[in-house]
């Protein structure tokens, strides 16, 4: 009997164990045809066939296994969470090899533009700017893709203009710096790429600082790539009410001066330090932060609205000279508002003349300064691209949001 019993547990025991690896085997299989279902679902065929065309370079491009992402993040723990937006939440994770990443988890996407979004992620991936968050890689084996991106470390832009640090103010050197990289990366995305991206969702909360408070133009979910002196016309307006260009929201058509109308209103952010909608203004001031700041150079007030940082620190000529090149990337004409790659030329231009400045102040007398060198510079800046030139559209108001 004693041994009768013993024989029927080691069964019993064999027994469970067969189930237990049956069950395994079946959760592991089960598991791997979900990955498939989701890898055909998300596009993945249509990545693969992006990258066996020898077009794309395959190097750039890592297709990370869910189980490493689900590990570098703890399993999507909320604590890890740097961010959510329309397009999906970011968290923050650590490979592997020790590398910290993002990893965006993208919401819900239409089975109809999966070839738009596969040609998007691999376009990104080859874009190489110093001022663009990298484009590490992608997951498709998921329910819904994810995306792997450089981790930048010291948050957005509009956390430092509008929850500010007393310990270290956002000095107006570093405005102007953080305004002249921004718009070098947008010039680089409107004609410098392989092929023309516009980023259609420009703001301060998409420009990220780094570890060294370099500007980083991150968040390219409804970004689209066009071909050139093309524009892109959609049936859903999209962007964020307060730097939305009037004229995209009239006509659904979206350009390159629709990313300059929002280049614009970040402008005009860095120069008062307000927000781009503000219900603290009367309806008459303008709630949209564009409408207040036209309506504000128009009657000479320029100054009383400006951060106390940009007026103690910055040269009068610097300043207004940007806030020249603002109103002219608001004009409501589309056409009339210079290109990307003026901006960046204007603004290059006036930072070099700040680092004149200051590097001959530590030299000379400051009334020494003020003479006729810089008057000759300021001249040269703005007669080369007229950001003053008057337009009949000036004058008429811009988009109320209210």
């Not at 077009?55 to 723990?77: C, G, Q, R, W």
């Amino acid at each position: 009997m004693a041994g009768l019993g013993v024989g029927v547990g080691f069964g019993a025991l064999f027994l469970l164990i067969g189930l237990w690896w049956l069950y395994r085997v079946f959760k592991r299989k089960r598991s791997e045809k979900l990955k498939k279902k989701y890898f055909k679902r998300n596009g993945g065929l249509l990545l693969q066939e992006q990258l066996s065309s020898g077009e794309v370079n395959v190097e750039k491009i890592k297709m990370f296994p869910s189980k490493e992402l689900d590990k570098a993040t703890d399993h999507y723990n909320v604590n890890r969470t740097l961010g959510q937006g329309g397009q999906g939440t970011v968290y923050k994770g650590m490979l592997a090899d020790g590398k910290i990443v993002a990893v965006k988890k993208s919401k819900v996407i239409d089975e109809g533009n999966l070839r738009l979004f596969i040609i998007e992620v691999v376009l990104l991936s080859q874009i190489n700017h110093r001022n663009v968050v990298k484009l590490l890689g992608c997951c498709l084996e998921t329910e819904l893709p994810l995306l792997v991106y450089e981790f930048i470390p010291n948050g957005t832009l509009f956390q430092f203009l509008h929850d500010p640090n007393e310990e270290f103010p956002l000095a107006w050197e570093m405005r102007l710096r953080i305004a002249a990289e921004v718009a070098g990366a947008l010039f680089y995305l409107h004609s410098a790429a392989s092929l023309p991206i516009f980023h259609r969702d420009i703001k301060s909360t998409n420009i990220l600082l780094d570890e060294k408070y370099r500007a980083k133009v991150a968040d390219f979910g409804t970004s689209r790539s066009v071909s050139i002196d093309q524009t892109h016309v959609t049936t859903l307006v999209q962007g964020t009410f307060g730097y939305l260009d009037p004229e995209y929201f009239q006509s659904s058509q979206f350009t390159d001066k629709s990313d300059v109308y929002s280049f614009g209103v970040v402008l005009v952010e860095l120069l008062t330090g307000q927000k781009p909608i503000s219900f603290t203004r009367s309806e008459e001031q303008g709630r949209s932060l564009a409408t207040y700041f036209i309506m504000a150079m128009e009657s000479n007030c320029l100054f009383d609205i400006l951060d106390p940082q940009v007026v103690k620190q910055g040269e009068r000529e610097d300043v207004l000279m940007v806030a020249s090149l603002a109103r002219s990337c608001l004009r409501l004409n589309g056409k009339e508002r210079p290109t990307m790659k003026e901006v960046t030329m204007v603004l290059e231009r006036i930072k070099k003349s700040e680092n004149l400045i200051v590097q001959q102040e530590n030299e000379y007398d400051r009334n020494e300064v003020m003479g006729a060198p810089w008057d000759v510079t300021s001249a040269s800046t703005i007669s080369s691209f007229d950001i003053c030139a008057p337009s009949s559209l000036d004058e008429k108001p811009l988009l109320h949001t209210c």
